[in-house]
């Protein structure tokens, strides 16, 4: 079992940045690819971003690429979101979630593949 905790959300004017971090429970934090999703209200839930546990990513280039970062810390069982310029549409609540490592590119898109969830995190940003 893997329990995952955010925290970081917040309101921020637009142009602003926010760090969220996701902490992660057990033993087995390297065996997973930890994976980033949002839902804004009336919509589903997307995919922003995930890592590898040797660090490499993959972002949703449509709508976060350039401005959010992604990382992780292996040694704090941590993955972290960094969200710079931001935009009155990535208002959503933020979801951390961790997925078997052997799954990699367009899978991580999919919701359907992550094995656990944290309860999520709102973010607003104001105009």
């Known amino acids: 079992q893997v329990q995952l905790v955010e925290s970081g959300g917040g309101l921020v004017q637009a142009g602003g940045s926010l760090r969220l971090s996701c902490a992660a429970s057990?033993?087995?934090?390297?065996?997973?690819?930890m994976g980033w999703f949002r839902q804004a209200p009336a919509k589903e839930r997307e995919f922003v971003a995930a890592?590898?546990?040797?660090?490499?990513?993959?972002y949703n280039e449509g709508s976060v690429k350039g401005r959010f970062t992604i990382s992780r810390d292996n040694a704090k069982n941590t993955v972290y979101l960094q969200m710079n310029s931001l935009k009155p549409e990535d208002t959503a609540v933020y979801y951390c979630?961790?997925?078997?490592?052997?799954?990699?590119?367009?899978?991580?898109?999919?919701?359907?593949?992550?094995?656990?969830w944290g309860q999520g995190t709102q973010v607003t940003v104001s105009s």
């Open positions: 979630a961790a997925v078997q490592s052997r799954y990699s590119g367009s899978w991580l898109y999919r919701r359907s593949v992550y094995d656990y």
């Open positions: 890592i590898s546990s040797s660090s490499g990513s993959t």
């Open positions: 057990g033993r087995t934090f390297t065996s997973y690819t």
